[in-house]
């Protein structure tokens, strides 16, 4: 049959975007559908906008690879497009000789997920590099940096508007039907409610990635994952900031820990930490500023009493709650599902961003290529 469209998108944060772009990119006629009334106005905007080497990921996983992978295409995409970005580079800390054995582990880790230019050093050594760092032994990730997210997302979807597509905003997701011989009638909500058939159809939904499979008819329930929310806040540091580098202690149960960097405004933020959550909750309390303290002084002692400030929050689309293994991203397709012509991506959260341009590239060569 004829469709209206090629490929419908759910959800126009950093994954959605270059999903509907790698389309694009193919000539297939692309529609990008958001709820909000903006692009990124979930997980993509609430985030450390770090670009990660790929080093803490089980080697072959989906992480490890497309992390990899959207780094070398992140940078390549920043810098044709003159999208701000810095790449600083990332110092991993044993702040005790204890975690030296944890820090050789992710060294080992990353060589062989094959991210370059690894350097060990000593406690001396990163000192030297960064004078206010407190460590007795680092790893040097000299590719790790920070971007500009919202540059980044409005770019892509000018280029998606730019090759025949549309980005479209207000329209939320509100269901699909499978059609016989292939592909979907799509139902959108909101004030210009409609019907679209399209040949292809990809969750890229974050946090409503759940409710949006259940929303496609004939998805099995049994295969679509429990969704945990995993708030971290973010805290800002009075005065000059004291790295130059982003500084990340050891990774914590379930996430990397909170970590330090200095955004391309030259603005010390410090997070996100990690709290399992029953609803979205985008507050920071500013009791929590008690643990920032405690942690961030295990790496820069020199941290001035009452210097942070309470700054924003996000929240992360775990697949795993407390106590648990954190899990891989999901991509699954019909082998997973049982209909052909859909994706949903499901647990798209660090290093989601950095991934995101391999990602779409994955979805269309699974549904396409």
Partial sequence: MAFETDAIIIGAGAVGL???????????????????????????????EVIHAGLYYPTGSLKARLCVLGR?????????????????????????????????????????????????????????????????????SPDSGVMDAHGYMANMAGEISSLGGAVVVNTPFAGATPLEGGGFVVRTGGEAATEVTTRYLVIAAGLGAQDAAAAVDRFPAGTIPPLHYGKGVYFTCAGKAPFSRLVYPLPI?????????????????????????????????????????????????????????????????????????QTDFRIDGADQHAIAGLIALFGIESPGLTSSLAIGDEVVRRLVD
């Fill in 72 to 140: 070398q295409l992140l940078y390549a995409y920043l810098d044709k497009y003159h999208i701000a970005h810095q790449r600083c580079g990332k110092l991993i800390v044993a702040t005790q000789p204890h975690e030296a054995a944890r820090l050789e582990a992710i060294f080992r880790q990353a060589q062989d997920n094959g991210v370059e230019g690894l350097q060990r050093m000593t406690g001396a050594q990163a000192q030297a590099m960064e004078p206010e760092l407190s460590a007795v032994a680092a790893i040097f």
């Fill in 253 to 325: 149960p379930g996430a990397l820990g909170t970590h330090y960097r200095r955004d391309l405004g030259g603005q010390a933020r410090f997070g996100p930490d990690l709290d399992f959550v029953d609803a979205p909750d985008y507050t920071v309390d500013p009791a929590r500023a008690g643990a920032f303290y405690d942690t961030i002084r295990r790496f820069w002692p020199g941290l001035k009493d009452d210097a942070l400030v309470p700054d924003y929050a996000g929240i992360r689309p775990k697949l795993h709650g407390p106590g648990e293994l």
């Fill in 18 to 48: 270059a999903t509907g772009r790698a389309f694009a990119l193919r000539g297939h006629e692309t529609l990008v559908l958001e709820a909000q009334g903006a692009i990124g106005q979930g997980i993509s905007s609430r985030n450390s």
